[in-house]
């Protein structure tokens, strides 16, 4: 966890200080603090940090903030509650990969769940990265269909013989085959 960095929006000044303590010892580092909920999300926006800790009576909307910096993949999310009997925000998370602990924490528990809530966070935005470039590279098969299919019909062609005419016209105006398939679509010339 060595070079981490993290936002902190926790008012209690006692609280604030047994964060920072417990996370600089295992050599995190505090790059921006939030007076309340629209102020928080604004410097988290703009610092980028790798984890993000909010306490649920930090001013403002806090399961909101938390939703939208989870939402936009900014940093990883941990709430943080004063002890209660009740707590309160342990239902609205049941399906969220944000987590909540209850103040006051034990240092090695707290340094222990936000390195397995960061790595989670890492993976989690592996996978959509992954899942994006798939998404991209479906839509380009099909828009490579797709003008294989106006090719047969303008030709009279097979379906393999229209592939092979876009590879090789890809290939004598060095374009890659989607770029050329996306001209075909707009009604430029084979």
Not at 7 to 25: N, Q, Y
Not at 56 to 71: F, R, Y
Not at 133 to 149: C, F
Request: a positive charge; glycine letters at 6%.
């Amino acid at each position: 966890m060595d070079g981490l960095d993290y936002c902190l929006g926790i008012p209690g000044t006692a609280e604030r200080r047994a964060v920072i303590a417990a996370l600089s010892l295992v050599g995190m580092q505090c790059v921006g603090e939030g007076r309340d909920c629209p102020h928080f999300l604004r410097i988290v926006r703009s610092v980028q940090p790798q984890v993000v800790l909010m306490e649920l009576s930090l001013p403002g909307n806090v399961m909101e903030t938390a939703a939208i910096i989870d939402q936009e993949a900014v940093a990883a999310v941990l709430l943080l509650e004063k002890q209660t009997k009740e707590p309160k925000a342990a239902l609205a998370l049941r399906d969220s990969p944000i987590m909540l602990l209850s103040l006051p924490v034990n240092d090695q528990v707290l340094t222990s769940v936000v390195d397995v809530l960061y790595r989670e966070f890492q993976r989690r935005k592996n996978i959509q990265s992954e899942l994006q470039t798939i998404k991209d590279r479906l839509q380009g098969r099909v828009i490579i269909e797709q003008a294989k299919g106006l090719i047969m019909k303008k030709f009279n062609l097979d379906e393999q013989q229209a592939y092979r005419l876009l590879q090789k016209k890809s290939m004598e105006m060095r374009t890659p085959l989607e770029k050329l398939a996306q001209a075909v679509m707009r009604g430029n010339k084979v």
